[in-house]
């Protein structure tokens, strides 16, 4: 399934674009004046200069990208980050260096993947007791795997 979103692309660098045919996300990448350095633990804002529309009902997630995650320890700090149908400015990516090294971020460099997703708004029900399940208020580890 295709959509229409509308862009502003105030960088440098094509439109984000799908790898390949079944690729859920688009790599989004840095639109920098100079390389960013990123010091271990250290975190920052990268932007991208671009600027979206989307139709209500959907939002862009920010993901990481798998080799600068595997590779050099570079991640989305808030992953995944999203995008409101609302939100008008630049999108930033907000990455952080979870290595031992410092990294260099690029100008055109691809720093994480979007994908875009339907979701729904939900309304509260107030109630004094809920659908008993097998599961019940088991978490974090109750199965014991």
């Known amino acids: 399934m295709l959509m229409k979103i509308n862009v502003i692309n105030r960088s440098k660098h094509a439109l984000p674009a799908y790898e390949t045919a079944l690729s859920a996300g688009m790599d989004i990448r840095a639109n920098l004046e100079a390389p960013i350095e990123l010091k271990p633990l250290e975190r920052k804002l990268i932007p991208t200069g671009l600027f979206i529309e989307l139709p209500a009902g959907y939002e862009a997630q920010i993901r990481p990208r798998s080799g600068l995650a595997f590779k050099h320890g570079i991640t989305v700090l808030n992953a995944p980050g999203t995008i409101d149908a609302d939100y008008r400015g630049e999108i930033g990516v907000l990455l952080v260096n979870l290595s031992q090294e410092t990294y260099i971020i690029q100008d055109g ?27 019940g208020a088991g978490g974090f580890g109750h199965t014991g795997k």
């Open 109 to 135: 460099e691809r720093v994480c993947q979007m994908v875009v997703a339907a979701h729904v708004q939900a309304t509260w029900s107030e109630s004094d007791d809920l659908t008993r399940t097998e599961r």
